[in-house]
């Protein structure tokens, strides 16, 4: 079994410049992908996106959606990428005023925009406002892990020891994993 100290050290990933609508973005293309498709499709966006010279997420509007699709961006997420970006124009994702949100209030905020769940909401809360107490409940990768390492089904009660920390223990077991969070930019 693999310890826990054999994550080594943990920090939050280098966060660029980019606007909070171009995260989520980012994050939604993430959503139930392995990370390797994610980087794949998320590279056609991004070839798109100059090839077309608008900047994400101003590249997702209606009449892009086909374009946007032949890069292997679903419907859904497509419709829910021209839904951030409406929200962007609508003045609804200040960043600052969201950073300033509790997780809880930043939540319900956020998952007001269609396509938005409570897995995208935490990978904001964790990577864009660096919220060090973030356990992604609903991650696949990071809940297989910590199951792995503490010999449970639910882990969610032994996480709840890592308060006020727990987003480093979620960045631990990606990179037990192998997620590098830092390659996606998350």
Same mark, same amino acid.
């Given at each position: 079994?693999?310890?826990?100290?054999?994550?080594?050290?943990?920090?939050?990933?280098?966060?660029?410049?980019?606007?909070?609508?171009?995260?989520?973005?980012?994050?939604?293309?993430?959503?139930?992908?392995?990370?390797?498709?994610?980087?794949?499709?998320?590279?056609?966006?991004? $070839?798109?996106?100059?090839?077309?010279?608008?900047?994400?997420?101003?590249?997702?509007?209606?009449?892009?959606?086909?374009?946007?699709?032949?890069?292997?961006?679903?419907?859904?997420?497509?419709?829910?990428?021209?839904?951030?970006?409406?929200?962007?124009?609508?003045?609804?994702? $200040?960043?600052?005023?969201?950073?300033?949100?509790?997780?809880?209030?930043?939540?319900?905020?956020?998952?007001?925009?269609?396509?938005?769940?409570?897995?995208?909401?935490?990978?904001?809360?964790?990577?864009?406002?660096?919220?060090?107490?973030?356990?992604?409940?609903?991650?696949?990768?990071?809940?297989?892990?910590?199951?792995?390492?503490?010999?449970?089904?639910?882990?969610?009660?032994?996480?709840?020891?890592?308060?006020?920390?727990?987003?480093?223990?979620?960045?631990?077991?990606?990179?037990?994993?192998?997620?590098?969070?830092?390659?996606?930019?998350?």
């Amino acid at each position: 079994m693999v310890g826990l100290s054999r994550a080594g050290p943990v920090d939050f990933p280098k966060r660029g410049r980019e606007r909070l609508s171009w995260f989520l973005c980012r994050t939604v293309n993430a959503q139930l992908l392995s990370a390797a498709a994610a980087r794949s499709i998320w590279g056609r966006v991004e $070839d798109l996106s100059k090839a077309r010279a608008v900047a994400i997420p101003d590249l997702f509007t209606p009449r892009n959606t086909e374009a946007v699709r032949a890069c292997g961006v679903s419907r859904s997420k497509a419709k829910t990428m021209i839904g951030i970006r409406a929200a962007e124009r609508a003045g609804k994702l $200040d960043a600052r005023a969201i950073r300033r949100m509790s997780v809880e209030a930043r939540t319900a905020h956020l998952s007001q925009l269609w396509g938005i769940g409570q897995w995208t909401c935490d990978i904001a809360s964790l990577f864009y406002c660096r919220e060090p107490d973030m356990w992604p409940e609903g991650d696949v990768a990071a809940q297989r892990m910590f199951r792995a390492l503490i010999g449970r089904r639910k882990p969610d009660r032994t996480a709840a020891r890592f308060v006020p920390y727990r987003s480093y223990l979620a960045l631990a077991m990606w990179r037990l994993v192998g997620i590098d969070r830092n390659e996606q930019s998350l």
